[in-house]
């Protein structure tokens, strides 16, 4: 078992994030790494800015990390013993190219109510402030903050949604070795700088872990039982991936990822969040 002490949980819960957490081995994140980067290139459609979402759903290297009994031991001392599997997304840097994540909170436009929910980032390799780490202001969690709408080139986010007025002297750099993972709340505000290394950088981010307590209340979003029961059925299930990119899972991966632009482009216009 590997739950959190005391002590973690109540840094977590004082900050807002906790990291470093050991999670896989440093060979299966460099395997895992090596899968996505397979599908990079006999599917690239699948890793691009729109398509980088619920990869685990045409890969068996990352569905094993989405399901691996470390990460959700921690996701339980965080959230309860119920937990769903409600997206994923690859964040991933090239040298020499814009791509950065502004400034933001999570709970602002996801849409995942209540915020008994948490996010992994798991390092396929090593994340630093040279190649791009993420950043989070500690504490920043006590509120949603007012998100502008940017939509700028190289940022990674969809909307571009940005908080302003960084204090920059209480930001804290997330450096993570490659099988390191890091969790975050719903509302920590975070973000990410280029990658100024020789090296790609490439993050795979459960967003998110949420308790079977917690609906979706911008479009619909389906979800796998990762532990536990869901005795709310607030949601659709799928089916865990039958293979590397078989045509079925791709043709998933496709449907719930029509459905999650939904949400992030459109859905929180609908609701006025920002």
Not at 67 to 72: C, R
Not at 86 to 101: D, M, Q, R
Not at 115 to 137: P, Q, Y
Not at 151 to 168: A, C, H, S, W
Request: overall charge positive; some cysteine; charged content about 25%.
């Amino acid at each position: 078992m590997t739950f959190l002490s005391s002590n973690q949980l109540k840094e977590y819960n004082e900050l807002g994030f906790l990291s470093p957490l050991d999670v896989i081995s440093e060979q299966a994140a460099k395997e895992a790494r090596e899968e996505v980067e397979l599908i990079e290139k006999k599917l690239p459609s699948a890793v691009n800015n729109k398509g980088r979402y619920n990869v685990h759903l045409i890969s068996p290297k990352l569905d094993k990390i989405v399901h691996n009994s470390k990460i959700l031991d921690i996701v339980e001392s965080t959230i309860g013993k119920n937990i769903l599997v409600c997206s994923t997304t690859l964040f991933i840097k090239n040298p020499n190219e814009l791509g950065y994540v502004s400034f933001h909170q999570d709970a602002k436009y996801i849409g995942l109510e209540p915020h008994n929910w948490v996010t992994a980032w798991i390092a396929l390799t090593d994340s630093n402030e040279e190649n791009g780490c993420m950043k989070m202001w500690p504490g920043s969690h006590d509120y949603l903050r007012h998100h502008n709408q940017k939509f700028d080139k190289g940022n990674l986010l969809t909307r571009g949604q940005t908080v302003e007025n960084i204090p920059e002297h209480k930001i804290k750099n997330i450096i993570l070795k490659a099988g390191q993972m890091s969790i975050h709340h719903p509302k920590i505000v975070h973000g990410s700088g280029l990658n100024k290394s020789n090296n790609r950088r490439i993050g795979f981010v459960v967003q998110s872990y949420i308790g079977s307590n917690v609906k979706q209340v911008l479009g619909k979003n389906s979800v796998q039982i990762a532990r536990g029961i869901d005795s709310f059925n607030y949601h659709k299930k799928i089916k865990r991936v039958s293979g590397l990119m078989k045509q079925e899972d791709i043709e998933l991966m496709t449907k719930e990822n029509r459905d999650l632009q939904e949400i992030f482009y459109n859905g929180s216009e609908k609701i006025g969040q920002f």
